[in-house]
């Protein structure tokens, strides 16, 4: 059976349940009675594709609303 969590209960407590879903752990964050979203480990044996790399292009990244001006 998941975790079941608030959304104030995790924006609190953000790294105290950052440290269990390294772990493994997984919970399903409610809003008012209502499930919103589940969050859960990476799976290790899924593929990440690096798409970009903002670094790259400057040192310390690219302030995202530059990006979506630019969209």
Known sequence: MENIIGLKELRVNMSKYAKKIAKGAS?????????L???SPIVKDEQWEEVVDFTKIKKGGVDIDDILSRL
């Open 37 to 39: 979203f589940k969050i």
């Open 27 to 35: 919970f399903i964050v409610f809003k008012r009675s209502k499930p």
